[in-house]
């Protein structure tokens, strides 16, 4: 059974940084897609990144990119959200996801993103933003 438990989440100042992990066991981590998605309260479920099995491809919802970073460690069976000059919008529950599948993308392409495409899911790390 895929596990996925994120970790890093917490309140920062508008214009800081976090770091958020995701921990995936119950599978072979290099035959899977992974990603992020967050939800606001009220909202609904938004596509944050993705990422392909080997780390060469990755894709981010527009309005994101330039401030998030997705990377992976294969040998620590680890996703990581490297988010920067982080806004009070940005505040959501940060969620990890996990497709199996082991393929690439072209640069400028993009995997999947939508939410239907994610088999797995973590429980959620709370990120708060203030202003």
């Known amino acids: 059974q895929v596990q996925l438990i994120e970790s890093g989440g917490g309140l920062v100042q508008a214009g800081g940084s976090l770091r958020l992990s995701c921990a995936a066991s119950g599978l072979i981590f290099s035959m899977y897609t992974m990603g992020w998605f967050r939800q606001a309260p009220g909202e609904e479920r938004e596509f944050v990144s993705g990422?392909?099995?080997?780390?060469?491809?990755?894709w981010y919802a527009d309005s994101l990119k330039g401030r998030f970073t997705i990377s992976r460690d294969n040998a620590k069976n680890t996703v990581y959200l490297q988010m920067i000059s982080l806004k009070p919008e940005d505040t959501a529950v940060y969620y990890c996801?996990?497709?199996?599948?082991?393929?690439?993308?072209?640069?400028?392409?993009?995997?999947?993103?939508?939410?239907?495409?994610?088999?797995?899911w973590g429980q959620g790390t709370q990120v708060t933003v203030s202003s």
């Open positions: 990422i392909n099995w080997s780390g060469g491809s990755t």
């Open positions: 996801v996990a497709k199996r599948e082991r393929r690439s993308y072209n640069s400028g392409s993009y995997g999947p993103t939508g939410f239907v495409e994610f088999a797995s």
